[in-house]
């Protein structure tokens, strides 16, 4: 991302209401760019990293891996970081040619279809609940092994659940706990994890990747 004036004086301004905290670098700069996207420092509290998921995200970026996201708005928001930097596919599950299913939403639908399509690929669910749901599901179920879920969805019905539930898998993920969330929130993620990876594998080839992460 092309900083101005102004950005960098607001994250200044973030650095010094945060002050002391115990995230790692690379997990600090996702913290910041989701509280400069929404201007709640409450997310400080409520975003959880598992083990290895920055790291597993920004291979997966590298290696071009294909990024499923659940909403338009999502897909709208990353795609200039994407297209200049990695280029990866990106598809949306609203979009995905699916024939009706009774007891799904067309998120949910569009998102498992194209996950059994790309059983490897970034995950990225900001806002439709049944979408998570059903994504969580099919790693239950070992169907797929995505290289990393963000998981952010406002937390009304059920998905306080999923977010437990994905919290318990073994797949690397970055998700918002509470009922707190939305599609900004899983855009700024994704975007400032672009950045981090385009510095360790983009920007300069050949790199050691251990220590932007």
Avoid at 61 to 85: E, F, K, M, W
Avoid at 116 to 144: D, H, K, M, N, W
Avoid at 153 to 161: G, H, N
Avoid at 180 to 197: E, H, P, R, T, Y
Wanted: proline share 4%; glycine share 6%.
């Amino acid at each position: 991302m092309e900083w101005h004036t102004t950005d960098a004086q607001s994250l200044a301004l973030i650095d010094q209401e945060i002050g002391q905290h115990a995230f790692s670098p690379s997990e600090y700069e996702i913290v910041r760019r989701v509280i400069y996207a929404t201007a709640d420092f409450e997310y400080k509290s409520l975003i959880r990293f598992s083990d290895q998921a920055l790291q597993s995200g920004a291979a997966a970026l590298a290696a071009r891996s294909t990024i499923i996201v659940d909403v338009p708005l999502v897909q709208v928001s990353i795609a200039p970081y994407i297209q200049n930097t990695f280029a990866n596919p990106v598809y949306c599950s609203m979009e995905a040619l699916t024939r009706p299913q009774k007891g799904k939403t067309k998120a949910a639908w569009g998102i498992e279809t194209l996950a059994r399509r790309y059983p490897e690929g970034i995950f990225v669910v900001g806002q439709a609940q049944t979408a998570l749901t059903s994504l969580v599901q099919l790693i239950e179920q070992e169907v797929i092994r995505p290289a990393l879920v963000i998981g952010t969805p406002a937390a009304f019905v059920d998905v306080e659940e999923a977010k437990e539930r994905l919290k318990d898998s073994l797949v690397p993920h970055i998700r918002i706990e509470g009922r707190k969330g939305n599609a900004i929130v899983a855009s700024a993620i994704v975007n400032g994890l672009v950045d981090l990876a385009w510095q360790a594998y983009g920007a300069q080839e050949g790199s050691a990747f251990g220590q932007k992460f």
